[in-house]
């Protein structure tokens, strides 16, 4: 299955990003069908790497809105990119091993801070949905090119909450 993006455009679209290809080529699956899927339905999903038509959708740009107001967005590449950066730094260099879940920094393993994952990852997710509320307004305003979306462009947060007890 093709993705809307490479590895190497997380980079590029969202946050500076130095993992291997391999988690990151993960992370963009989970984050298309959990994140971006559920919010255009299978159909339009589906058809986003086939038709032309969709080239501003996935790559951003300028449109009119039925108030005839000047919008501009970013498109669902860079959307995307910043819900598969949140996704990599919830889990950046852990690893769950038999003594728990560990982040290597040297030689030995540490527990990790939770709060400052938690403070990248809600920024991030943020940043993500704001661009993709941006993106669903796109395709409402263009039910001509659109009309396989059935869906009320309602952004839905689909994450893990982190709740820290204590200091």
């Known amino acids: 299955m093709r993705h809307l993006i490479e590895p190497c455009d997380v980079d590029k679209y969202a946050r500076p990003c130095d993992m291997d290809d391999e988690i990151i080529a993960r992370a963009i699956e989970e984050a298309e069908l959990l994140d971006i899927k559920p919010k255009l339905g299978d159909e339009l999903f589906m058809r986003l790497l086939t038709h ?27 959307t995307l990119a910043y819900y598969v950066w949140a996704r990599l730094v919830k889990t ?44 669903l307004a796109y395709i409402q305003a263009k ?25």
């Open 92 to 135: 950046s260099v852990n690893h769950l091993t038999r003594f728990g879940f560990v982040q290597k920094r040297d030689e030995y393993s540490q527990a990790t801070e939770y709060r400052e994952r938690q403070t990248a990852y809600n920024d991030a997710f943020a940043i993500a949905d704001g661009y993709m509320k941006e993106c």
């Open 52 to 78: 032309v038509q969709f080239a501003v959708l996935l790559n951003g740009g300028e449109y009119t809105d039925e108030c005839r107001n000047q919008r501009h967005f970013v498109g669902l590449r860079r």
């Open 143 to 167: 039910p001509e090119i659109f009309a396989d979306y059935t869906l009320k462009g309602k952004v839905k947060a689909n994450r893990t909450k982190f709740k820290i007890l204590g200091n």
